[in-house]
C-alpha cells in the first residue's frame, strides 16, 4: 500500500514537469559575411570596424577582446541577452556571441559564432530563444554592413 501512495505523487509530479517544456540547445554555427568596399583603405576600414563595434558593445557585458591594427583584426565578446533570469531556483543564464572582423584594402570580414546555449521551449520564463538569436545576429551583420559602407563625409 506504501509503495502505491508513493508512486502516484511521483507520476504526477514528472507529468508536470514534461509539460512544461523540453529542453533545446540553440546552433552555435558561424554566419560568415564578407563585405567589399571599393577604394578604401585597410587603415579606414578599421576605423570604421573599431566605431561600429565601440557602437555595438553598448552593454558592459559586452569586450572588445583583441584589436590588432596591422593585421586589420578585431575581436570581441558580445553579450546577446539573458536566457533566463536570477530566481530561487538559480543564478540564470546569459547568451553570448563571438565577433571577429577582419579588414584588407577593398573589403572586409565579420564572423559571428553565437556560443550554444540550452534554454527551455515552451516555458513562460525563459527570456531568449534560438529564434530571437538568429535575429539579433542578422540584425549585427546587417548594421555592420551598413556601418562599413558608410562613407565618411566629415571634414576633419
Known amino acids: 500500500m506504501k509503495k502505491v501512495l508513493f508512486v502516484v505523487p511521483c507520476f ?15 546552433d552555435s554555427s558561424p554566419i560568415v559575411k564578407v563585405v567589399p568596399v571599393d577604394n578604401v583603405s585597410q587603415n579606414d576600414l578599421y576605423v570604421r570596424a573599431n566605431n561600429w563595434m565601440v557602437g555595438a558593445f553598448n552593454n558592459a557585458k559586452s569586450v572588445v ?4 591594427k ?7 565578446k ?20 563571438l565577433i571577429n572582423i577582419q579588414v584588407k584594402d577593398g573589403a572586409s570580414k565579420i564572423t559571428i ?44
Do not use: H, R
Request: proline content about 2%; hydrophobic content about 30%.
Open 65 to 68: 577582446q583583441f584589436s590588432d
Open 70 to 76: 596591422e593585421s586589420g583584426t578585431i575581436t570581441g
Open 78 to 97: 558580445y553579450y546577446l541577452s539573458a536566457i533566463t533570469t536570477a530566481n530561487q531556483y538559480g543564478p540564470g543564464s546569459d547568451a553570448y556571441a
Open 12 to 26: 504526477f509530479i514528472l507529468l508536470m514537469i514534461q509539460g512544461c517544456g523540453s529542453v533545446a540547445t540553440s
Open 113 to 156: 559564432t553565437p556560443e550554444k546555449f540550452d534554454y527551455m521551449k515552451g516555458n513562460m520564463y525563459t527570456l531568449y530563444n534560438e529564434e530571437t538569436a538568429k535575429k539579433q545576429v542578422e540584425g549585427l551583420i546587417t548594421s555592420f554592413e551598413d556601418a562599413i559602407q558608410l562613407e565618411d563625409k566629415s571634414d576633419w
